[in-house]
Structure formats: structure tokens, C-alpha cells
């Protein structure tokens, strides 16, 4: 079966960095296009940056653009997301998702074919 595993969440201070990782298995990964979204307490599930099929095309979220980069390993069936600059308000669970050859629907949710699991992410001021 299809599986999404996230890593490398954790506790950071305002300013630091952390690289999320999510490792997919089950699927012909050269064939998603992956996104990240992340829900905090109390609010919908968000997008924050989505990368093509094989990486030329990647976009984001205005509110981590500048401070996020997504990039994904075909050979290791794996996207990450590094995060600079954090920020208190990015504060959240962090979700990858697999989208079967991408669409134009990028930032919606219900776009996305298959999960992981999520990984806490939370910054201190």
C-alpha cells in the first residue's frame, strides 16, 4: 500500500531552520507531483509549496516565499521542505501529499490522491 512518511520536525526558535523530509513507498513516485501543507490547531489544512513531477517547477505560498525551498530526490522517492527564517506563525502540523502527474489545482487539497501522517513543527519567539 501507499505510504507517506515525514520526518525532521521539532522544536526551533524564531529565526532557526528545519528541513522536513517524506518518504513515499507503495506509489511510482516519479509520477506525483508533491506538495506540503500544514494545519495549526483550530484552522484548515493550508498549502505552503508544491514541486512538478521532476522538479523544474516549483511554487509556494506567499507567506513562506523567500524563506522555504522544496525540492524532492527521485532516486530516493523523497521531497523536502527546508525552512529558514521561522517564524512563531509557522507553528503547525506538517503535511506531505502526492497529487498522480500534478494539475493546475496545486493549493487545493482535495487535488491530492494520497497523505502522510504529519510532523509537529513548532517555533518559540
Known amino acids: 500500500q501507499v505510504q507517506l512518511v515525514e520526518s525532521g520536525g521539532g522544536l526551533v526558535q524564531a529565526g532557526g531552520s528545519l528541513r522536513l523530509s517524506c518518504t513515499a513507498s ?42 522555504f525551498t522544496i525540492s524532492r530526490d527521485n532516486t530516493k522517492n523523497t521531497v523536502y521542505l527546508q525552512m529558514n527564517s521561522l517564524k512563531p506563525e509557522d507553528t503547525a502540523v506538517y503535511f506531505c501529499a ?28
Open 26 to 67: 507503495g506509489l511510482s513516485f516519479n509520477n506525483y507531483a508533491m506538495g506540503w501543507f500544514r494545519q495549526a490547531p483550530g484552522k484548515e489544512r493550508e498549502f505552503v509549496a508544491a514541486i512538478s513531477l521532476r522538479g523544474s517547477n516549483t511554487f509556494y505560498d506567499d507567506s513562506v516565499k523567500g524563506r
Open 98 to 125: 502526492a497529487d498522480y502527474y500534478g494539475s493546475s489545482e496545486y493549493k487545493q487539497v482535495k487535488s491530492y490522491d494520497y497523505w502522510g501522517q504529519g510532523t509537529q513543527v513548532s517555533v518559540s519567539s
